[in-house]
């Protein structure tokens, strides 16, 4: 099977659904590799920006890479894992 690549976004807009798709498309790995991107990605940009070691964090939780972001209804209400 081909390598599944994630949806082309801008920063700081993962929804609920994104997230699900990646998952039913790549599985947790997938999440966890666009989630650790993320955080390098901001990290680059200026080092210890609270985003980048939320995404960091998210990354290293398997509760959520295996789909326990669909759970939270903060996620559902705010649209996405952060604002930038």
Do not use: I
């Not at 985003?51 to 990354?59: D, K, N, P, Q, V």
């Amino acid at each position: 099977m081909g390598q599944v690549h994630a949806p082309r976004r801008r920063v700081g807009e993962w929804t609920p659904q994104q997230l699900t798709a990646m998952l039913n498309a790549g599985g947790k790995d997938l999440v966890r590799a666009c989630l650790v991107e993320e955080a390098e990605t901001r990290l680059a940009d200026r080092l210890n920006r609270r985003e980048a070691l939320t995404y960091r964090a998210l990354a290293r939780n398997d509760d959520f890479c295996r789909g326990a972001f669909a759970a939270s209804p903060r996620l559902r209400t705010w649209g996405g894992l952060a604002q930038t």
